[in-house]
């Protein structure tokens, strides 16, 4: 399994099929920070494929190969942030659709959402490590593989995760 700075590299020396591995290992991470903002799953389809999109244009301008999950993750969130900014001003609320939102099958429980909401919370490195091990189901070497960082990094980061997860999920 290549590790994203080879998959980033590839991608940079022409190689556009390489940018597709990229796509699924990080698809779930997409999905769940544009799922934290926009709270609906036809919506977030679209932010999903729009942000895949940007990154693939502007691969360039990563620094870091190494970086790709955090930076992914960075621009889901900020496509979301702009696509939800944009659906609020087109779209006035009344109470007819608050309660159809609420009833909606797109919506999250709120245990679900709260956990969500405190993994997108967490620092970025976190947050991907997180991301990879219990939503794509990775395991730690594997992870530490992907994302080319050292295997006790990646324990240790998980380890920082789960404590900061406790911590504001006692507080909520």
Known sequence: MKSDIDLVNAVLN???EAFEPLVRRYERLVWAC???VMHNHQQVED??????YTAYRTLGSLRKGSSFGP???KIATRTATRSRQKLDRESPTDAQTIEQAASSNGKLDDGHARL????????KHENVVVTLRYFDGHSVQ???ELTGRPLGTVTKQLSRAHDRLRLKLRES
Request: aromatic share 8%; no cysteine.
């Open 71 to 73: 930076w992914i993750a």
């Open 34 to 36: 544009a799922l934290r």
């Open 14 to 16: 022409g190689e556009r």
């Open 142 to 144: 594997t992870i530490a």
């Open 47 to 52: 932010v999903v494929q729009q942000s895949f």
């Open 116 to 123: 969500l909401d405190a993994v997108g919370q967490l620092p």
